[in-house]
């Protein structure tokens, strides 16, 4: 029994095309090699509808041996036919091309002519081509500082005309390659692959891969996919707000609360006042009615399974109390020589005043009282932040009544007085 030598080749049987785009069919063949060798010519055809060899001239779309090519604006065939490689680009591809498409090989030697057909087609012709893909398409939970990769793919039916891959949206240590790749079906695809590494600021990105076709239209193609990235990271951001955001009176209810960002959201929260020792509270919100001791400087740690972070101070300020830095109240009462005209029994005082800090309220009541002064009298803060003002008071007669300064903070009082009739 004789055997016949074995013909096949390799193409798709289904292929992409864009319209007002080329395509590029991948193609190969093979046929004993004595055939090859022997060969005096090897010239390629494509024929539509029918493989049949006696077909109207009308269904041959291309013929290499007379360079015949109908219906197209350009058939080029890149293989080499001679080493079996039939590959080839069909150019302007229109939707009146949508078709069957065969490929023979014919090869004359010395004594026979041979025929050796294939064949192909063309899927539907689209307008606009598949969406990229990219990988991984789920991504999974990822800790922050680590490495990630994706990758974005978009078929290239026109290897010539390749599309174009952009990345939107995308963190800041990203860094990006592309390049064209054969497929293992042979049909190529532009592959863009991305590598960062994940901060939280990313958490919830949407990141997106775009692929433009270029086409003889008026318009390109354009289509994208997106992937949303999950990082899982301890508190960031870690701040505290007051309501009401001003200073608050006493007998009035305020409420700080200790925002965070943090992947998971699930945060345990803790409350503390600057000088003590103890935790103030637990929970988000800190609400209280405020009294003159509630002033001062109040900070919170907020904590999840990845870690914890603390806020920096805050200061609650309580109206009518006079915030500071320092404050400095010296009293000196000295003796001076009288004048003749002058009763020995009296002296003078001198008030100095420094403040420093914060000018918020100070209220000083009736400080002494005698035939020289009224009977109560206030006395006006000065404006700027350090100033020192002088006064004399008469002691003779004098009836000596308390001093209260209302403030919030340390107190610190001098006095030094001089008794009468002495040096």
């Not at 009541?365 to 009298?377: D, K, L, V, W």
Request: with cysteine.
């Amino acid at each position: 029994m004789m055997d016949y030598p074995k013909y096949y080749a390799e193409l798709p049987n289904k292929i992409m095309a864009l319209r007002g785009s080329c395509v590029q069919i991948p193609c190969t063949f093979n046929t004993p090699d004595n055939m090859l060798k022997n060969a005096e010519s090897i010239f390629g055809c494509w024929i539509k509808k029918n493989h049949a060899f006696l077909q109207p001239d009308s269904l041959v779309v291309f013929n290499g041996s007379t360079n015949i090519i109908k219906g197209f604006s350009h058939i080029e065939i890149l293989g080499n036919l001679s080493q079996s490689g039939c590959t080839t680009v069909f150019y302007d591809v229109m939707n009146n091309h949508t078709d069957n498409y065969y490929f023979r090989v014919e090869m004359k030697t010395a004594i026979i002519f041979h025929l050796v057909i294939f064949y192909t087609m063309f899927s539907c012709l689209v307008d606009v081509p598949k969406l990229p893909i990219l990988t991984p398409t789920d991504l999974k939970e990822v800790m922050e500082e680590t490495r990630v990769n994706l990758s974005c793919s978009a078929e290239a039916p026109c290897p010539k005309q390749p599309p174009t891959i952009s990345w939107s949206n995308i963190p800041e240590s990203a860094h990006i390659t592309t390049q064209l790749q054969e497929k293992p079906d042979k049909t190529q695809s532009v592959f863009s692959y991305m590598t960062f590494k994940a901060s939280y600021k990313d958490h919830r990105k949407n990141i997106t891969c775009t692929a433009t076709y270029p086409r003889n239209t008026s318009n390109d193609s354009t289509v994208e996919s997106t992937i949303t990235l999950k990082v899982l990271f301890s508190p960031k951001e870690t701040h505290i707000t007051i309501d009401p955001s001003d200073s608050v009176s006493a007998g009035t209810n305020v409420t700080l609360t200790c925002k965070s960002k943090a992947s998971p959201n699930e945060m345990n929260y803790t409350w503390y006042k600057l000088g003590q020792e103890k935790e103030l509270d637990f929970g988000e919100q800190l609400t209280f009615n405020v009294n003159r001791n509630c002033g001062g400087w109040y900070f919170c740690t907020a904590k999840n399974k990845y870690g914890n972070q603390t806020s920096k101070e805050i200061q609650l300020i309580v109206a009518g109390e006079y915030q500071y830095s320092t404050i400095h109240f010296t009293v000196m009462v000295y003796y001076v020589q009288k004048p003749k005209t002058m009763d020995p029994q009296k002296c003078h005082v001198l008030f100095l005043f420094l403040f420093q800090g914060q000018e918020k309220h100070m209220e000083i009541s009736s400080i002494y009282e005698n035939s020289a002064f009224a009977t109560t009298e206030e006395l006006e803060m000065p404006k700027d932040e350090t100033e020192i003002h002088y006064g004399q008071i008469d002691f003779s007669n004098s009836l000596t009544k308390s001093v209260t300064v209302k403030c919030s903070g340390q107190e610190t009082i001098y006095a030094e007085v001089c008794g009468s009739g002495k040096d």
